[in-house]
């Protein structure tokens, strides 16, 4: 039997089981003369700019513009259709199946009550313009979208990582970025720390306190039959009757005895 | 004289961020945070300092960064839910709900009446949960002990409740896709009733503790300023954006659930002040209270439903699954593969304690989502600080933090 192919540039999680017929429905797609709000401003926008696509999708529009007018046209949503929020600002990574990024800008206009998205793409290596002195709210999201996708924001007041450490490799958001951290991410705090050469040393199981071996099926802990790690499996209970003062009890403080304390039927 | 700077970081020369610590123009340079008891979280800030006014503030987040949105490309719908409780951990049920109801929208499904009544109830109750303690936190940084202890005993009469509704008392999980897992318990209904009649004469405690006193409104007042304009282009939301002066609550302007047939106002000011927000967060308490009061009759009168029939993606009640072959199926595959909703976008806003909470979900048909990003409110809040920062003292900075009522679970995510 052939190996199914995998795409190595998405290495997220997928379907282990998919029905060969079945056919995903769609969210509908509505024209944007459904509704007089949307249709006014995406006749204002079409007077100016290049719209590609436009339509509405369960009530709010979604424009897909020229990553070139990106400025332009939030400049004309804030000023002349009074969209005065911009409520969010990311990327969607079309890697793999386009070698694209989706920007998305979601925008909020308080006096109307509406809510559209502005939609582009833009090539890997491609830079888009920074909208953060139009909305000052774009500043953190354009360093969150440059940090988590790569994505390059031109003309930023202080374009850096925001989430990840300044000396972080890679984009954790792109699809080719496994969930678990590549390798880099894997030692970053032994090479920091340590240095690179001590990566022998500590060895794999030591490097995360949180480590869990999947393939062990002999050392987890049975609950009420917990042992130190490495030691065999024990029938024997774990003591779980903990003391939380010393034997010999503490200067003025009187020793807490289990026994003859009472549980309050109802809070006084 | 300046200090080169490296091109290069190595172990014996770290790297600061770029910062020359010592400088030649009477300026200090001071870390504030990450460890911090005032920073409400892992805060750090970078001020530059001018005697003891402040400069220049840069935030610095990511102490607490957990890759959720990574995490939830690779796990199904209903397993991501428990993990929204690690945003907003202060009133956990605003993030499951607003998850919720994203991924409702997208499936286009509509929770029972009797759900929605127990998801409002848990919504307010959490506001009044996450208001309590912000205004404990609050009054203990600026110096208020008293306050704190009080506003902690009431707060815990609420974690009670919702510890005897969902067995949680800080991440919830009480509400599910499509509605929620149980309803009311014996007794629960009495319980709130208690605790909101009682509710009203503890907050005029308080504001007989702090509204006129002396050091609460020094400390407050006018400090902390933020204009409409400055609230709009910084994206704003929540008591921020209504201190300020703009009277936008999702609740009444886009209403979910069932704040349309509710009877309830929309407290705003306009001081734009910490002292304005202050009043604001008191009065969006008794609003709450009000709120509550209206639900408890419409919960008696509602049917016993409470998850939404759809059996393509919600497994079917309890009863039908332990009887009924085909809803075993259901659930079966429901659980192991996950539901796979149509292909298409949502943002949907919800108005939770701190501003606006959203959710926008991509999904390509999958039983994972393609893309989720979420649109915290106090990500937006702490960014403000830059501008916000500017010009205050030192002092100040710790008024300012608080009453922003960021926490970091949201913030980084």
New interface residues.
């Given amino acids: 039997m052939m190996r199914r192919y995998q795409d190595k540039h998405d290495v997220?999680?997928?379907?282990?089981?998919n029905d060969r017929f079945w056919v995903?429905?769609?969210?509908p797609?509505e024209p944007v003369e459904s509704d007089e709000v949307f249709a006014k401003d995406l006749k204002s926008l079409k007077s100016k700019f290049q719209i590609k696509e436009a339509y509405i999708?369960?009530g709010?529009m979604?424009v897909y513009i020229d990553p070139k007018d990106n400025r332009e046209v939030l400049k004309h949503l804030r000023d002349e259709l009074s969209y005065?929020?911009?409520?969010?600002l990311?990327a969607?990574?079309w890697l793999a199946k386009r070698g694209e990024f989706e920007i998305?800008y979601?925008m909020?206009s308080?006096s109307k009550?509406k809510?559209m998205?502005v939609k582009c793409y833009i090539k890997e290596k491609e830079a888009i313009e920074s909208v953060c002195d139009i909305?000052?709210?774009a500043?953190?999201a354009e360093r969150e979208m440059y940090d988590?996708f790569g994505v390059i924001v031109n003309n930023h007041p202080f374009m850096k990582?925001?989430?990840?450490?300044?000396?972080w490799q890679g984009y954790?958001?792109r699809?080719s970025?496994p969930?678990h951290g590549d390798e880099f991410a894997q030692w970053y705090e032994v090479d920091k720390i340590f240095?690179k050469e001590y990566r022998d040393i500590i060895g794999p199981e030591n490097r995360d306190s949180a480590y869990v071996n999947e393939r062990d099926t002999k050392h987890f802990a049975r609950i009420r039959h917990e042992v130190r790690y490495g030691e065999e499996p024990s029938k024997e209970p774990t003591n779980l009757m903990q003391e939380y003062q010393e034997e010999e009890g503490v200067f003025l403080i009187k020793k807490f005895k289990k026994d003859k304390s009472i549980t309050l039927k109802e809070?006084k | 004289m300046e200090t080169p700077r490296r091109e290069y970081?190595n172990?014996l020369e770290p790297?600061f961020?770029n910062l020359v610590f010592d400088r030649d123009d009477n300026t200090m340079v001071i870390n504030f945070g990450p460890q911090h008891p005032s920073a409400h979280g892992q805060l750090r800030l970078i001020l530059e300092l001018d005697g003891e006014q402040i400069v220049k503030a840069v935030p610095d987040?990511?102490y607490l960064?957990r890759?959720m949105?990574?995490?939830a490309?690779?796990?199904i719908y209903n397993e991501f839910l428990p993990t929204t409780d690690r945003m907003d951990y202060i009133a956990a049920t605003s993030n499951n709900y607003a998850f919720a109801l994203a991924v409702e929208?997208?499936l286009?499904i509509e929770a029972p009446r009797r759900a929605k009544i127990i998801r409002t109830m848990l919504l307010e109750l959490n506001r009044i949960i996450s208001h309590l303690f912000w205004l404990a936190t609050h009054a203990l940084d600026v110096g208020a002990m008293s306050i704190f202890l009080y506003c902690f005993r009431e707060r815990e009469?609420a974690m009670?409740l919702m510890e005897d509704y969902c067995g949680a008392r800080l991440t919830h999980s009480a509400v599910r896709i499509g509605g929620v897992p149980l309803d009311l318990p014996d007794g629960w209904i009495e319980k709130l009733a208690h605790f909101i009649n009682k509710l009203p004469k503890d907050i005029e405690d308080y504001e007989g503790l702090l509204d006129q006193n002396r050091i609460w409104k020094m400390r407050l007042e006018e400090v902390g300023v933020i204009s409409p304009q400055m609230a709009?282009?910084?994206?704003c939301?929540g008591p921020t954006l209504r201190g300020s002066g703009?009277p936008?609550d999702i609740r009444k302007?886009?209403p979910y659930e069932l704040y349309d047939e509710l009877d309830f106002d929309v407290p705003v000011t306009d001081s734009c002040d910490s002292y304005g927000r202050y009043k604001l967060y008191m009065q969006e308490m008794r609003e709450s209270i009000k709120i509550l009061k209206q639900l408890i009759p419409m919960y008696k009168e509602s049917d016993p439903q409470i998850m939404a029939h759809a059996p393509q993606y919600i497994s079917a009640p309890k009863e039908d699954i332990m009887t009924q072959n085909y809803s075993l199926m259901q659930h079966f595959v429901l659980v192991t593969?996950?539901m796979?909703p149509?292909?298409?976008?949502?943002?949907v806003?919800t108005e939770s304690p701190k501003g606006?909470l959203?959710f926008?979900i991509?999904s390509?048909?999958?039983?994972?989502p393609?893309?989720l990003?979420v649109?915290a409110p106090s990500?937006?809040h702490?960014?403000i600080l830059?501008?916000l920062l500017v010009g205050h003292y030192i002092a100040d900075v710790v008024t300012i933090i608080g009453n922003l009522n960021i926490v970091f679970g949201e913030i980084?995510r």
Avoid: C
């Fill in positions: 997220q999680a997928k379907a282990y089981y995903a429905p769609q969210i797609k999708q369960r709010q979604v005065n929020f911009l409520s969010e990311s969607i990574d998305f979601q909020l308080t009550r809510r998205r909305y000052k709210s500043d953190w988590m990582r925001l989430l990840m450490p300044d000396d954790p958001l699809k970025y969930l240095g809070r | 970081p172990r790297f961020e987040i990511g960064h890759g949105e990574k995490m490309e690779n796990m929208k997208l286009g009469f009670d709009q282009t910084w994206g939301s703009i936008w302007e886009e593969q996950g796979r149509p292909v298409g976008e949502v943002y806003a606006e959203g926008y991509n390509q048909g999958g039983p994972y393609y893309r990003k649109r990500f937006w702490t960014s830059q501008e980084d």
